[in-house]
């Protein structure tokens, strides 16, 4: 029988540190969506793990990213979820000026006779890729972004489903572990004693869940007519991907400190059209009954009673490959 990870693991600054550098700086980590860098100068941002990243269009229109991190003295280049820059982006502390592929072009105060060497000091470049319009980074990728998407992709594409364009972001704070809320959303097991309208909603239906390289993938079988139906999808480290026919949303469980996370949502519709009242206020339902729930399974993995449970093979098989994959990170 499999046993879960112990309990200490969750919020625990020591265990935040480690998976910050053994999760996060080797994964693909998603920043938006390109339509948000449609013209030079426009940038998305994002702070993961507490790695601060951006990516910004150039003036010869490719796509680059960088942490957001000033060479000078760590100022921020740019504060927020997205904006525009203009023609280069300049720290927010003592004003370096840096093109828009990274290069330094100012540094007031700093000249060839203290032997200043403009070119030593541009921006920390990451890797970037799109799929499907999502922009996404990473430090020292494990594998190209087409190999890691690739089960989801094979699924859309047999589905004939699309991913729409942006319409909306929202962002809610959890007080949990990172790990507490990804390993609930990869299981269908919680459905019934936590969300009674999803779970009338997909009656009748088989709820299935697998994993595929890099991805698990979660979807209702013979659910095609029901709000809720569409693919389900989920990227390691922490990227729900789920899309519907008639628009989809993008889910980043972001970790932001230990025992801390915050869900941030982009909404996408067609013609970048927002959802329905309806649509929102089921998916505000569904995420606030699920903060709920992780929040008291956070207290009680804190309190100091609980040291480890088991897992089912049948309804936890994702979480168990979740939970062995952060298992060898604290190996």
Known sequence: MRRTLP???????QAWGREREGVFQSAWLFLGHEAELAAPGDWIAADVAGWPLLAVRGSDGVLRAFH???????????????????KELVCAYHGWRYALDGRLRSATGFGAEEGFDPREFGL??????????????????ASPLAEAVAP???LLVSRGLDLPSPALR????????????????????????VHPELAQELAGTEY???????CVIQHAVGASGATQAGVWGWLWPNLGINVYSDGGMIERMTPVGPGRTRLDY??????????????LA????????????????????????YEAGVLSSRHESALGWFQDRIRGVHA
């Open 7 to 13: 309990a200490t693991l969750y919020g625990d600054p």
């Open 68 to 86: 957001n991190v000033c060479r000078h003295r760590a100022g921020p280049l740019v504060t927020g979820a997205s904006g525009s820059c203009g």
């Open 124 to 141: 920390l470049p990451l890797t970037v890729e799109t799929w499907r319009g999502l922009v996404f980074a990473a430090m020292e990728p």
């Open 152 to 154: 989801i992709e094979t």
């Open 170 to 193: 929202r962002s809610h704070d959890l007080a949990c572990d990172w790990k507490t809320y990804v390993e609930n959303y990869l299981e269908g097991y919680h459905i019934d004693a």
């Open 208 to 214: 299935q869940v697998r994993v595929e390289g890099e």
């Open 266 to 279: 982009l909404y996408l519709g067609p013609e970048g059209r927002p959802p329905s009242d309806e649509t």
């Open 282 to 305: 089921a998916s505000d339902r569904l995420t606030a009954q699920d903060a709920a729930i992780c929040a008291a399974v956070q207290t009680n993995l804190s309190a100091g009673a």
